[in-house]
């Protein structure tokens, strides 16, 4: 009996953290690119780079980012619906002109791959804009939509906004 114990111990100690590492493994793979959080001993590291700014900037930031969030939702409710006007609008309205209204302060604040995401991220909302307005067919729309929003999360596994006053 005691050697039954035993054994289902042993067992238990072999085969559940094979289990465990193989799902995170996984997890990894599909949702997390290089440079974001690790999970070590199920805690999970913050491994995402600071960019410092102020609160305002982190603020007006946030206040951006949750707009763009939007406006892809408008974007697909265009694409839906067959109205090209509400795309390209909404895409936009996500465009460099967005990133230009920033204040002068911020930019040069931005590490060089957080600022080439961010150019790639608006750069191909307005084309999606464009396309919007001439495109026969909503295919392109989506495949261009699918690849930005891989920049998207690229760059939210790989910063966070740190407030430095
Ligand atoms: C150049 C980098 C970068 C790109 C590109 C980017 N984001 Fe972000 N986003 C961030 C960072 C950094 C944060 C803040 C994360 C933190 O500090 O924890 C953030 C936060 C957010 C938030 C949370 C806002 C809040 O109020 O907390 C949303 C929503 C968001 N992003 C949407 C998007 C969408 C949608 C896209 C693509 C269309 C996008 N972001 C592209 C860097 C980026």
């Known amino acids: 009996m005691r050697g039954l114990i035993l054994l289902v111990a042993l067992a238990l100690v072999v085969f559940v953290p094979a289990w465990s590492q193989r ?3 996984d997890a990894e793979h599909v949702t997390a690119p290089e440079g974001s959080g690790s999970n070590k ?3 999970m590291a913050d ?3 600071l960019v410092q700014v102020s609160e305002q900037e982190r603020l007006l930031l946030l206040h951006n980012m949750a707009d763009m969030m939007a406006n892809v939702a408008s974007i697909l409710d265009g694409l839906a619906a067959n109205d090209r006007n509400v795309v390209a609008k909404a895409a936009a309205a996500n465009g ?3 990133m230009q209204n920033l204040p002068s302060s911020l930019p040069r604040k931005f ?3 957080f600022a ?3 150019q790639e991220t608006h750069n191909a909302f307005d084309q999606i804009a464009a396309e919007a307005k001439t495109s026969k067919s909503r295919q392109p729309i989506f ?3 699918a690849n930005v929003l891989q920049t998207c999360v ?4 790989a910063y966070r906004f740190k407030s430095d006053h």
């Open 41 to 43: 001993g199920g805690v």
């Open 154 to 157: 690229a760059c939210h596994a």
């Open 96 to 98: 460099m002109a967005m």
């Open 47 to 49: 491994q995402r780079q």
């Open 23 to 25: 799902a995170s493994t």
């Open 116 to 118: 080439q995401m961010a």
């Open 111 to 113: 590490p060089k791959s």
């Open 143 to 145: 495949k261009h939509l």
